[in-house]
């Protein structure tokens, strides 16, 4: 497909560095040629200086014959009018990143009346992965496929777990359960583990169930934990307002404490049902006076990483049995991961990124491929893809202890029509209509024939 990136900040370079290793024509459009230098030094895509919403400039990348145009600049109105202009002169599809809460409102009317296919607000996104979470806290990452069927999560092993020094074979006998274990990282390396493999104390896997399933692996381990009924936030920001709206959804209690007198103001005037406290967070006495103790759950979102990590280490001290924090910098986010010193990190970056590559994948399955949904674990090292199987497929039928798969592949789930869901062993294979969840370190996989061999 031919893509135009309007805006090349870190949003835009990840996702023209992830796009552009899939035999995609790449067109970065910038108004700064710094940013634009570091593209095309390091990726393989064609740049041009310039503002991406101008018709001479878009006339120039190409937008006429476009298949996507993608607008993730720092500023609304450029984005969408950039969406606006490229769709008249005959781009395909059209998205735009929008964190404006008021255009939101008119995000309709957007996509009738200018054509607009898909707009990503990062906040409200954001907000979203931080209540699955806290839904979920014994785990680090949760993502959903077959319409909620099945989940896919991230753990980390800790001292003394019972999948200490236990091999992969043994996992659902050992404690009465039907998951799969699907991805492994250790240190710096990152597999998809076959059933000899051993798991050890600091492994960060990846399992795949359904929810229940799910659960019962959790119980089984001893560190099943519903989800959380008393959440504090730091950070009246707007991912706090999108959250705040979800968990009082969720019948969860949220306090939020701010140092800026006026974003409470308009937080408690936006969430009534939210206790909104004035006051600073790094002031441990007001945290304890405000029920930090009584909390089980402590979300960090200030605009400072290293303030979110320090206070969510210190909730942890406290015995906060999940903590979140928002961390951008990806420095830090590899830190976090290998010490493990704050339970959860969520990135707005990282977000927008996924939920753009998923459309991406969306439109490549509308054009011939079968990817469903696609979604990125252990630090992006990890896609997990969701195919639908139709008919004719060469796959059909054949057991997976006779299909000769390409390395670092594993089909990890399927979902049959009548909303069975099955762990695969060598004796299963696939039905037209399935539904089958694909886990590898390649990157590339446009159909389910691209796993073999």
Request: with cysteine; aromatic share 4%; hydrophobic share 45%.
């Amino acid at each position: 497909m031919k893509i135009i990136i309007v805006g090349n900040g870190k949003v835009g370079y990840a996702i023209a560095s992830q796009l552009a290793g899939e035999r995609h024509d790449i067109v970065m459009v910038d108004d700064s040629a710094a940013a634009l230098n570091k593209a095309e030094n390091a990726l393989d895509v064609m740049c041009i200086e310039g503002n991406g919403a101008s018709i001479r400039v878009l006339k120039e990348a190409g937008a006429q014959a476009a298949d996507l145009v993608i607008a993730v600049t720092n500023l609304d109105d450029t984005n969408l009018l950039c969406c606006f202009i490229a769709k008249k002169l005959g781009a395909g599809h059209t998205i735009a990143r929008v964190r404006s809460v008021e255009y939101e409102s008119q995000l309709r009317f957007m996509q009738q009346e200018m054509g607009l296919s898909l707009s990503i607000n990062p906040e409200r996104e954001t907000a979203r992965d931080i209540a699955r979470i806290l839904r979920f806290p014994a785990v680090a990452k949760v993502e959903t496929f077959a319409k909620g069927r099945v989940e896919l999560v991230e753990y980390h092993i800790p001292q003394g777990s019972l999948l200490d020094g236990m091999a992969l074979k043994n996992v659902a006998a050992s404690l009465q359960v039907k998951v799969l274990v699907c991805a492994v990282r250790r240190g710096e390396e990152v597999v998809i583990p076959d059933g000899n493999y051993v798991l050890g104390a600091g492994d960060c896997i990846s399992v795949t169930a359904k929810p229940q399933e799910l659960e019962n692996f959790f119980r089984a381990l001893g560190v099943f934990r519903d989800h959380a009924r008393n959440v504090m936030v730091v950070g009246a920001g707007r991912i706090t307002r999108f959250l705040a709206e979800q968990l009082s959804q969720m019948k969860m209690r949220v306090r939020v404490v701010d140092r800026d007198e006026q974003r409470c103001v308009d937080l408690s005037e936006a969430v009534p049902t939210a206790l909104v406290i004035h006051g600073d967070a790094t002031d441990v006495h007001l945290l304890a006076e405000e029920g930090l103790d009584d909390s089980d759950a402590f979300v960090a979102l200030t605009g400072l990483d290293e303030l979110n990590i320090m206070l969510a280490m210190y909730a942890r001290c406290h015995n906060i049995e999940c903590s979140v924090a928002k961390v951008n910098r990806n420095s830090f986010t590899e830190l976090i991961n290998k010490t493990a010193i704050v339970e959860s990190t969520v990135s707005t970056s990282v977000v927008t990124v996924s939920r753009i590559l998923q459309y991406v994948r969306a439109m490549e399955n509308s054009t011939g491929g079968g990817v469903i949904a696609l979604h990125r674990m252990v630090e992006n090292q990890v896609e997990a893809l969701e195919f639908h199987i139709t008919a004719g497929s060469p796959l059909i039928g054949v057991p997976f202890k006779d299909m000769a798969t390409r390395p670092n592949v594993l089909v990890g789930c399927i979902t049959r029509p009548n909303g069975e869901v099955i762990i695969p062993s060598g004796g299963d294979s696939l039905q037209p209509g399935d539904s089958a969840i694909v886990i590898t370190t390649l990157t590339g996989l446009r159909d389910i024939q691209d796993i073999l061999a």
